[in-house]
């Protein structure tokens, strides 16, 4: 009996794809922050209603429509973009950061995974959380803003690909900080404004040239654009360019991933 | 060696202890402070993308003034300053103190539960006003401000940090985790704030609206605020000072109370 346990032990012994250990790391991911479903979930439901409240109580009266929309329905699916963002991003890089801080970023790389397997299990969980939060704000707005369906294509599109590129960014973010002050630097000084200023708010239409230049360089105008055509069906960039934007970025953010969890940097030092 | 041994006893100050006082204060203030680009940095930050934000979105969409509408956000972006700063100076504070039993340090010491609490109400006050004076400055940037009356103004800046402070404190104190503390300032103080006014004048609102916002105590602050620098005001101003003065009467004598008898602390 003991020959054969110890012949079990050896290469790691998998098909192509260790699809237990993946489901694992997956499941470990959603369950940190289901279980805290208040602070991942709700308050972020809160957060972006208040703010649909501000810009409603401060600009609705003196705005009719945009395009051919109220500013209700305008405001809302980029709210909505928005939260998902920063949720996705946020449950990446926290959760790096934090294993990193705590010492136990080792469940993470003792495991027989590959970096593959570890780049798609970290990404799922942010993906799940912006999904979650997408869907949670969309209802809590329901009662108060008329949405329609123009698109379903592109609303489902846009949402899977925002939440996976800045869950991604996520985790490069939580492997490239060292404390908690990094981390609150990135958030303040790039996510933050990347995504106030992204076209959430307002139309790029009608901005004037610069700042039309500086929207149209920002990855974020082009998911929350493309988010908004699905409602509304009206956009103010290329749909196309929209897609294509979105499709690259991922591409290259899921190398880099890959690469970084195969290097080990800043992980195994 | 005999001698010093035998000034060992009761307690020996004044009324005051003054020393000990200014020793908590500084404590107080400084551990607020050590990373100045996270405490002062970032709402300068983030209120600037606001600012922004609201003079972009108004200029697309809208054909108000932004200087206008500068003007009636920014008293109110500072207010929000002060008090998220007073509010987390305080309460985030004591949860770490008593996560890691640092607060023994003052409990310690030799101050009474009227000092312990002037001390908190007045470290939080400074943290709030020196994060709402970069805000402030910050705002130059996107108009000159007038500065009606400046007593005002400087009254209601110290009324909504002490405020927030206190509140900060009796959060602290209670909350045993920082689930409990997060969520009381997502749900309960941050919709307060929003709501206050801040973002439109509630002249315009409808009647229901209005009465609402006038039991929200912040919104006397903002508008007592605001008041200070354009000279114009929804409620009357004496109204305004009477309800910070109250609320800040009252949050102190709670905050006395929870020391003295060492609720959640001394246990």
Known sequence: MITSTTSTLGPRRYRAFNWVGLQTLYAKEVRRFVSVATQTVLAPMVTTLLFLAVFVLALGHAVDRVGDVAYMSFLAPGLIMMAITQNAFANTSSSILISKIQGNIVDLLMPPLSPLERTIGMAGGGLTRGLIVGVATWVAMLPFVPMSAAHPFYILFHAVAASLMMSLIGVVAGIWAEKFDHMAAITNFVVTPAAFLSGAFYSAQRLPEFWQGVAHANPLFYMIDGFRYGFIGHADGSLGAGIAVMLGANALLLWLTHRLFAVGYRLKA | ?267
């Not at chain 2, 207010?79 to 607060?103: D, Q, V």
């Not at chain 2, 000092?115 to 940037?141: I, N, P, Q």
């Not at chain 2, 007592?224 to 005001?233: D, E, K, L, V, W």
Request: one cysteine or more; a positive charge.
């Open chain 2, 1 to 267: 060696m005999a001698a010093p041994a035998l000034r060992l006893g009761p307690r020996r100050f004044g009324r005051v202890n003054w020393r000990g006082c200014l020793n908590l204060l500084r404590r107080q203030f400084k551990s607020g402070f050590a990373d100045l680009h996270y405490t002062i940095l970032g709402p300068v930050v983030s209120n600037a993308l606001y600012l922004l934000l609201f003079v972009i979105a108004s200029t697309s969409l809208t054909r108000l003034d932004p200087q206008a509408l500068i003007a009636f956000i920014a008293p109110g972006l500072i207010c929000f300053a002060i008090a998220e700063r007073a509010f987390e100076a305080s309460g985030a504070n004591l949860i770490f103190e008593k996560h890691h039993n640092t607060h023994t340090d003052w409990l310690m010491a030799p101050l009474t539960a009227t000092e312990r609490a002037a001390c908190f109400a007045l470290s939080s006050t400074l943290g709030g006003v020196t994060v709402g004076a970069a805000v402030a400055l910050m705002t130059l940037a996107f108009s000159w401000p007038s500065l009606a009356h400046p007593g005002a103004l400087i009254f209601f800046a110290l009324a909504t940090g002490m405020m927030h402070g206190l509140i900060g404190t009796l959060l602290g104190i209670w909350a045993l985790k920082w689930d409990q503390y997060t969520a009381l300032h997502t749900f309960v103080l941050l919709p307060l704030a929003f709501l206050s006014g801040v973002f439109a004048p509630i002249d315009k609102m409808p009647e229901l609206a209005q009465h609402l916002i006038r039991l929200n105590p912040i919104f006397y602050l903002i508008d007592g605020f605001r008041y200070g620098m354009s000279g114009a005001a929804s409620a009357d101003p004496l109204l305004s000072a009477l309800v910070a003065l109250g609320m800040n009467l009252a949050l102190f004598l709670w905050v006395h109370r929870w020391f003295r008898s060492g609720y959640r602390l001394k246990s």
